[in-house]
């Protein structure tokens, strides 16, 4: 089965710092990549999507890239804020109906 | 109010004991999923239904069953619990109308202790 690892140490930068975290899966490339953010006691909540035939995707202070020769996406979140702790999960699509997710890395940002 | 509410919240039953999970939206959304959620290991697929006709496993069905009652509603039952399936569960929904982006919904979770 798909395998999607994301670094399972927290990271810790300061405000007003670029928080960049790590996806990288193994076999088959997904049509889809998405990235989600959950907040302790609280279902994720979707941020973004990427296509497979897609480099970079923005909005706002937030851009994903998706490398499937590398197998990797970064999540970038520029100009950090300490309301943008949480915890971030990639998600892996493939034909619209299956779903992997990754357990996800835990961002702390620092006033 | 919410969109995606899940019922109980928080439950504790004992080993061998049948439980009902129940999930809810008012999204008008005809996909819907269910998840468990371990420490280390991420969001795991259990069952997901594209509408009340349509119900597939995924990735971790045993000791599972769904039931698709309205397009609104999607419990999930453990007919007999085991200390193993003590985990945080979640159910979503999706839009096939929104299918190219597919962003899914997720309710607050139900967290399940079996003892």
């Known amino acids: 089965s798909q395998k999607i690892e994301q670094n399972s140490e927290a990271l810790n930068i300061q405000e007003g710092k670029t928080a960049t975290l790590t996806c990288n899966y193994t076999?088959?490339?997904?049509?889809?990549l998405q990235w989600y953010r959950q907040d302790p006691g609280r279902g994720p909540v979707f941020l973004l999507l990427?296509?497979?035939?897609?480099k970079e995707k923005r909005k706002e202070r937030l851009k994903v890239t998706f490398d499937t020769t590398l197998k990797q996406s970064l999540f970038h979140i520029t100009a950090s804020q300490p309301a943008d702790s949480a915890t971030y999960l990639c998600?892996?699509?493939?034909?619209?109906?299956?779903?992997?997710f990754g357990s996800g890395t835990k961002l702390n940002v620092k006033p | 109010d919410a969109d995606v509410t899940q019922t109980p919240r928080n439950r504790i039953t004992k080993t061998g004991k049948r439980i009902m999970l129940e999930c809810s939206q008012t999204?008008?959304?005809?996909?819907m999923y269910w998840y468990r959620q371990d420490p280390g290991l991420g969001l795991r697929l259990i069952y997901y239904?594209?509408?009340?006709?349509?119900?597939n496993k995924g990735e971790i069905s045993d000791g599972y069953s769904v039931s698709r009652q309205a397009q609104a509603k999607f419990s999930l039952s453990l007919e007999s619990a085991i200390p193993n399936q003590t985990a945080l569960y979640f159910c979503?929904?999706?839009?096939?109308?929104?299918?190219?982006?597919?962003?899914?919904?997720f309710g607050p979770g139900t967290r399940l202790t079996v003892l």
């Open positions: 979503a929904t999706s839009d096939t109308e929104r299918v190219a982006y597919n962003e899914q919904f």
């Open positions: 076999n088959y490339s997904p049509a889809y």
């Open positions: 990427i296509r497979e035939n897609e």
């Open positions: 998600a892996l699509l493939y034909n619209f109906n299956k779903f992997y």
């Open positions: 999204k008008g959304h005809d996909r």
């Open positions: 239904s594209f509408d009340v006709k349509d119900i």
